[in-house]
C-alpha cells in the first residue's frame, strides 16, 4: 500500500537556507536533484495545487521522501547539485535540466607567453584550470577585468603565432603585446604570476587599488567611473569566491554530530576527488549520557566495522574521538593503509566540515518535530500523566533576567504537531523586585491567563512551569484567583546533578515529585517545550536589555520630549552630567520649571 508524502508536515520544519533537495520514490529510487537558494520557498513550489507542469505533477506523484543539504551559499548549493546530478543521474533531472559542464578560467601557463582564457569543462587541455564556476557571465565580465589591470591576452594561438605588430588590444591597453616582443618574458610571466595569485584568492592588493579608485571617483563626483569601479570590485569578488564544495583534491569523508535530548543526528558527507559527491543523514538511538565523542566514535566504527564499505584516507569530525588511536589502528588494517581522524582542520576541509556540522544540526531539529515523532510523545505523556486522552495544547513558561534587570517571561506553545510558534508569548515584567522570579512568574501567569478568562485565547490541556515547587505554587495560586481549575500544572525541575536526564516533576495538585527515565519519549517532550520556553524568553531578554543600554536615560520620563532632551544634553555636556546634577541645577535649563526638574531628577535617581 503506498503511503502519501506528508508535504503540509515536511515543509513545516523546512529551513529557509540556501541547500540541495533529492526527492526519492517509494522504493528508495532518486527522482530529481534540485538546489535552492531559499530551501522552503523552492520545495514548496512544488506542493502548490495548482499551476504545475504535466511533468512536476507527475514527478510529485511519486515522492515518498525528500533529504535536504543545506549549504553556506546558493553558490555552493548550485556546484553541489550539478556533482550529484553527474554522479546518480536521476530520471526527472535528464528530462527537464540541462546538465551542462560549468564554466572555468584556463590559464595556458605551459606556454612561453601564458593566455587567460574561457573554459567549460577541466582538464581536456594541459595547463591551470580555475573553478568551476556558477556564472559564464562573472567569470567573462572577471576575465575582462583581469586582462585590463594585468595586460595578459586572452587571444587563440593561431592568431598569437601570426602577428607582425601589435593587435587593438594593444592600442587600448588590454595586452602588453608579447606576440610581437613589447614586453619582456620575465616581466610577462610576472603578470601571470599575479594574476594567478589573485585566481588563487592570495592577493587583496587590487582590491584595494580598485576601492580608492572608487572612492576618488566618486569625491570627484564622477558618479559612473565609480559605479564601473563598483561592478569591476563585484565581479572579482565572485571570481575568487572559495567553494566548499569543489576544491583543488583529496577524499574524505565528513561527520557532523548533534545530540538533543530525544534524539542524535549524524551527518556524513562523501568527499573524491575534492568534491562532495554525496551525503546521507542518520538518527542511531542512544542513551541520552552519552557525549558527541561516544556515540560519533561507536557510530564511526559499526559504520566501517560492520560491513563492506570504502574507507578513504581522511576522516574528518566536528571533535577528537573517544579511543581515537584504537579507531584508526582498526580501521587502518580494514583499509590496508594507514587512516588519519581529524578534528582540527583548515581551508576547504574545515568548510566541508561545517557544512556537514550544520547539516546535522538541520536535521535533527527537523526530525524533532516531525508529525510522528511528536505525536508519539504525546502518547507517552498522556500515559506518564494518566489522561484519558493525549493532551491537545501545552503552555510552558520561563523567567529570564541578569541580576534582575529588563526581566522577560516567555510563554511557548505545542500541540500534537509541535511547536505552535504564532501562539508564542512574551510580557516584560514591571514592578517588581529586581531578581524576584516567583514575583515575575506570577505577573506573567495571571496576565496571560486573565486573558484567557476573558475569552481572548486558547485554554491549555497542560500547563508547565520551568521551575521548582515555589513557581509551580505561583501558577496555582493564579489559577486558583482566576478559577480556571480545569487546567493541568506541572513543573519541570533541574535534578540534584542539573544534567539532562534527570530532571524532576513536580505535581501541582500533590506537590508528589516523580523522575522518568532518560529515554522517555515523555520526558523528551518536557525537555524540548522547556528548552524552546527558555530559549524564547531569553532572546526576548537580551533584545530589552540592548535596547535598554542603547537608550538614553532621559527618554521615557513624561514632559521630556526631543527638544528638552538636546537642550539638556547641550547645557551638561552629557548624560552622566546631568545625573550628577541637583534640582535647582537642572531647572537652570530654560526649558525645565522646577516640578518638571523634580521629575527628571526623580527618574534618573529611582532608589533616592
Not at 538518527?283 to 558527541?292: I, W
Not at 511547536?419 to 496571560?448: V, W
Amino acid at each position: 500500500m503506498t503511503t502519501e508524502f506528508d508535504s503540509k508536515a515536511f515543509l513545516k520544519n523546512l529551513t529557509r537556507r540556501p541547500g540541495v533537495y533529492q526527492m526519492y520514490a517509494e522504493n528508495g529510487d532518486l527522482l530529481y536533484i534540485g538546489k535552492a537558494k531559499n530551501l522552503k520557498n523552492r520545495v514548496s513550489s512544488y506542493f502548490r495545487s495548482t499551476g504545475q507542469s504535466p511533468k512536476t505533477q507527475a514527478l510529485v506523484a511519486r515522492i515518498a521522501n525528500i533529504e535536504i543539504t543545506v549549504t553556506s551559499s546558493e553558490t555552493e548549493a548550485l556546484l553541489l547539485e550539478q556533482n550529484l546530478i553527474k554522479q546518480y543521474r536521476p530520471p526527472y533531472n535528464i528530462l527537464l535540466r540541462d546538465d551542462k559542464s560549468y564554466p572555468y578560467i584556463f590559464v595556458s601557463d605551459r606556454d612561453t607567453y601564458p593566455a587567460i582564457r574561457f573554459r567549460r569543462g577541466s582538464g581536456r587541455k594541459k595547463g591551470r584550470y580555475f573553478g568551476p564556476y556558477p556564472s559564464s557571465g562573472a567569470v567573462k565580465e572577471s576575465l575582462n577585468l583581469l586582462q585590463k589591470v594585468f595586460r595578459i591576452r586572452q587571444c587563440e594561438d593561431s592568431f598569437f603565432r601570426n602577428r607582425s605588430r601589435p593587435c587593438l588590444q594593444y592600442q587600448i591597453k588590454r595586452c602588453t603585446a608579447p606576440c610581437v616582443g613589447m614586453i619582456s618574458e620575465e616581466e610577462y610571466q610576472q603578470d601571470i604570476k599575479h594574476a594567478m595569485l589573485f585566481l588563487q584568492g592570495r592577493n587583496h592588493e587590487i582590491m584595494k587599488v580598485l576601492a580608492n579608485e572608487m572612492e576618488a571617483a566618486s569625491a570627484a563626483l564622477e558618479f559612473e567611473r565609480a559605479a564601473q569601479l563598483r561592478d569591476q570590485i563585484t565581479a572579482l569578488q565572485q571570481v575568487q569566491e572559495q567553494q566548499f564544495v569543489s576544491s583543488q583534491g583529496g577524499d574524505a569523508d565528513v561527520f557532523g554530530c548533534a545530540v538533543q535530548p530525544g534524539g542524535v543526528s549524524i551527518h556524513a558527507l562523501f568527499v573524491r576527488g575534492g568534491r562532495v559527491i554525496g551525503s546521507k543523514a542518520y538518527h542511531p538511538r542512544v542513551s541520552l549520557e552519552d557525549t558527541p565523542a561516544d556515540i560519533l566514535g561507536s557510530f564511526v566504527a559499526q559504520f566501517y566495522l560492520s560491513g563492506p564499505r570504502e574507507i578513504p584516507p581522511l576522516l574528518i569530525t566536528p571533535e577528537s574521538l573517544t579511543d581515537q588511536e584504537c579507531l584508526e589502528d582498526a580501521l587502518g588494517q580494514k583499509r590496508g593503509r594507514k587512516l588519519s581522524i581529524q578534528a582540527n582542520v583548515r581551508g576547504d576541509r574545515a568548510g566541508w566540515q561545517r557544512l556537514a556540522q550544520t547539516n546535522a544540526e538541520q536535521q535533527l531539529s527537523s526530525y524533532l518535530a516531525s508529525k510522528q515523532n511528536m505525536y508519539n510523545r504525546f502518547l507517552a505523556l498522556q500515559e506518564v500523566l494518566e489522561l484519558d486522552q493525549p493532551p491537545r495544547r501545552l503552555e510552558c513558561f520561563d523567567i529570564s533576567h541578569s541580576s534582575g534587570e529588563a526581566t522577560v517571561a516567555s510563554c511557548v506553545v505545542f500541540d500534537r504537531e509541535g511547536p505552535k510558534k504564532s501562539d508564542y508569548r512574551r510580557f516584560n515584567i514591571e514592578g517588581i523586585t529586581g531578581g524576584d522570579d516567583y514575583a515575575a512568574m506570577h505577573q506573567a501567569l495571571l496576565r496571560r491567563y486573565t486573558q484567557v478568562k476573558k475569552g481572548e485565547g486558547a485554554v491549555p490541556d497542560l500547563l508547565v512551569i520551568d521551575g521548582g515547587k515555589g513557581q509551580v505554587s505561583q501558577a496555582m495560586q493564579v489559577l486558583e484567583e482566576l478559577q480556571l481549575q480545569d487546567i493541568l500544572v506541572i513543573g519541570i525541575a533541574k535534578g540534584p546533578t542539573r544534567k539532562a536526564g534527570f530532571e524532576v516533576l513536580i505535581s501541582g495538585d500533590t506537590g508528589e515529585e516523580q523522575i522518568l527515565a532518560a529515554d522517555s519519549p515523555a520526558l523528551h517532550l518536557l525537555q524540548h517545550i522547556r528548552d524552546e520556553s527558555h530559549r524564547f524568553a531569553i532572546v526576548g531578554h537580551r533584545a530589552k536589555r540592548g535596547k535598554a543600554r542603547r537608550q538614553s536615560q532621559l527618554e521615557g520620563i513624561p514632559g521630556v520630549g526631543p527638544k528638552r532632551r538636546r537642550e539638556l544634553l547641550k547645557h551638561f555636556g552629557g548624560v552622566k552630567e546631568v545625573e550628577r546634577a541637583s534640582v535647582e541645577e537642572i531647572a537652570k535649563v530654560s526649558s525645565i520649571s522646577r516640578t518638571l526638574a523634580q521629575d527628571i531628577y526623580a527618574a534618573l535617581h529611582p532608589d533616592s
